[in-house]
């Protein structure tokens, strides 16, 4: 490429020449200068504009059951949460049937298979997720791990309605004939699936975190006398313990938030049981399966804001945790703090 | 103490206590487990859909219910709506990136803030985008507009439609393009900028002229892999913009539109007879899945390209 000189330098001008032409060019690049930095830092803040619309645009809808009587009638944090008594003379107890004569808006059910799904989630990928992050950074030829890595991200590439799709169809015949369960849609069968989308979450971070560890350090035990195993579990593990530690939580909040494996591989169903072969019902299907029926400003379509803003507050606390302690193990590493 | 074996070369502790053959194998094992869940469902798909895939399957309408005919309007919706999306995406994600990269210095405030934002908004779940989509697009601004430029009565843009649908996907991708887009801009050698700054030019044609172009190919894959999220995610466009089934295709702006996600979804779970929709359904997800994949693997090896580049220079 031919390079561009802007200005003249042969031959010199005249010095008034000279001084009006600095001077204009200066100007006219000064204002261009200002103008395209503003507005690449406008452009910047969108993520940050985003998120306080997100909170404002999503809290907004969830006001009513803080404020409006009629809603409260109905939806109050109260009847979400507690036992009710929703027919005279019966037992009282957490139901979640909006669409009903009397409508009913317990969340217990609800949270209890949120977490059913994501606890069974959790089990699947955190032994998997941390084990391959262990094998892909301390034991792995290099070249096997330039290929294990391509590898979880083609998974984290799998859109979850693909997965959603393989659990309704594949996963659940396989699993209620393997094991004879009575449901064939269960938090077990959701679990799973969505634990396939959380270890490639924990996976990254764990593996970043163990690849982040000095040589000085590794180097260090081995002249110590440690074998390859010896300094992973004694030296690596232990100080990128906080990196796994972050992956875990963040692939939680991956694994509450997902809503197309648990709307189709779930059962839908909400029942308030400890049993993972039973079917469940989780927040964020809740919204996806009812939020397109919902008549508008409705007692229900403020709950199913409410349990929408329940979701982002629950994520952003979890993304903000985990930021944290990989900012804080970060630093450490670099020795910036003690 | 065996003596036999020259100390220096053989290093002795290695050879009593050598490999963890344990924990080596029980890591490796977990790696084992992860490939073989990928090759089973990408085999299951590949299998239970090519027998369906034709000309006929890709470019015709669905008859029938759903239950014979093809996908073309899905394909069409979901090529429309990504094309918008990351036409969305790519400016602002690019000059986010650049001015993390360039402008700020990496522990100030405002870059905190935003990085926070950004590593927020890639763990929002995206059915809260979905509602987001609703509240803002199609609640506000687009009733908005309605209010302002239309005769009460019928909605026009203040209704699920594709603008809206992409719009809200294109907050889903940000993320995506503006780390990308910075893995690029750190790879750039600082001898270009420098070279540009010593020939006289400003930081704004360093920008335009030097760092964009040489970080091509990082925002090539930001919006490739940002494609390919978007044309996967369903919860987001549910409430947006994505219709069960339409006749027609959509020809403005403010038209619903079908699209591949959500058509796996109907006929996953709605559909009246599961066994007559079923290779049609495996067809349509592996037109979905075989897109995915595609363009990862272009990203993938776009990516260890970069770094290739940056390890040799």
Not at chain 2, 252 to 272: C, E, N, R, W
Not at chain 2, 300 to 306: A, E, K, Q, V
């Amino acid at each position: 490429m031919k390079p561009r000189v802007s200005g003249n330098l042969f031959p010199a001008p005249a010095l008034y020449e000279m001084e009006v032409e600095k001077y204009s060019f200066k100007k006219k690049s000064r204002i261009k200068e200002f103008v395209g930095e503003k507005f690449i830092a406008a452009n910047a803040l969108t993520a940050l504009v985003v998120i306080l619309l997100i909170f404002i645009f999503i809290f907004k809808e969830t006001i009513p059951i803080l404020t409006s009587p009629e809603v409260k009638k109905e939806a109050s944090i109260s009847r979400m949460t507690f036992k009710q008594e929703f027919y005279p003379k019966r037992d009282p107890k957490w139901s979640w049937q909006p669409n009903s004569d009397v409508p009913k808006y317990s969340l217990l059910p609800l949270f209890l298979g949120t977490l059913k799904a994501a606890l069974v989630a959790m089990l699947f990928a955190v032994p998997l997720g941390v084990g391959a992050a262990i094998y892909s950074s301390e034991f792995a030829p290099r070249r096997l791990r330039e290929i294990i890595k391509p590898v979880i991200e083609l998974l984290a590439g799998i859109p979850s309605v693909v997965l959603g799709f393989f659990a309704l169809i594949v996963l659940a015949t396989w699993l209620q004939n393997s094991f004879g369960l009575t449901y064939r849609l269960n938090a077990l069968n959701a679990g799973i699936a969505l634990g396939i989308t959380v270890v490639p979450v924990i996976f990254t971070v764990a593996e970043d975190a163990m690849t982040a560890i000095p040589r000085s350090l590794r180097q260090a035990a081995i002249a110590l006398g440690a074998n390859p195993w010896q300094v992973t579990f004694t030296m690596v593990l232990p100080a990128a313990l906080p990196g796994i530690a972050a992956g875990i939580v963040l692939g939680f909040g991956r694994a509450i938030g997902e809503t197309m494996i648990v709307l189709m591989a779930s059962g839908n169903a909400a029942i308030v049981s400890g049993s993972l072969t039973d079917s469940i019902r989780t927040f964020s299907a809740t919204i996806a399966a009812e939020m397109a029926e919902v008549v508008f400003g409705s007692p229900h379509y403020n709950v199913l804001f409410f349990i929408g803003t329940l979701l982002f507050i629950f994520t952003f606390i979890i993304n903000l945790g985990g930021d944290y302690i990989l900012l804080r193990m970060r630093e450490r590493i670099q020795g910036k703090t003690k | 103490m065996n003596t036999s074996r020259p100390a220096a070369s053989v290093p002795y502790h290695f050879k009593q206590k050598s490999p963890g053959v344990i924990p080596k194998g029980l890591t490796l094992a977990a790696v084992v487990i992860i490939v073989l869940i990928l090759g089973v469902i990408i085999s299951n798909v590949f299998l239970g859909g090519i027998g369906v895939i034709n000309w006929e399957f890709l470019s015709h309408p669905p008859e029938n219910g759903m239950e014979a005919g093809g996908i073309f309007p899905a394909i069409f919706g979901t090529v429309a709506m990504v094309f918008l999306m990351i036409i969305a995406v790519v400016p602002v994600g690019v000059m986010t990136a650049i001015y993390l990269q360039e402008y700020t210095r990496p522990d100030s405030k405002i870059t905190r803030l935003v990085r926070v934002a950004i590593n927020n908004l890639a763990g929002v779940p995206s059915i809260v985008f979905g509602l987001f989509g609703l509240g803002f697009f199609v609640g506000f601004i687009g009733t908005g507009i309605d209010s302002i430029f239309y005769s009460p009565g019928r909605p026009v843009w203040g209704q699920p439609a594709i603008i809206w649908a992409s719009l809200t996907l294109s907050l889903l991708a940000l993320p995506v393009v503006i780390v990308s887009t910075e893995e690029a801009l750190r790879a750039i050698p600082r001898e270009l900028k420098e070279a540009s700054y010593a020939l006289g030019a400003t930081k704004l044609q360093t920008i335009v002229r030097i760092i964009i172009p040489q970080a091509m190919p990082g925002i090539f894959t930001g919006a490739i892999l940002g494609i390919s999220r978007g044309a996967g995610e369903v919860a987001p466009i549910m409430f947006t913009g994505a219709a069960y089934y339409l006749s027609h295709l959509p020809s403005s702006l403010h038209d619903q539109f079908m699209v591949l996600g959500y058509h796996i979804y109907v006929m996953a779970t709605q559909s009246p007879n599961i066994e007559a929709t079923r290779p049609i359904l495996y067809g349509t997800v592996l037109v979905l899945l075989g897109l995915t994949v595609l363009l990862n693997l272009v990203a993938i090896l776009i990516r260890s390209h970069i770094r290739l580049r940056r390890v040799s220079a």
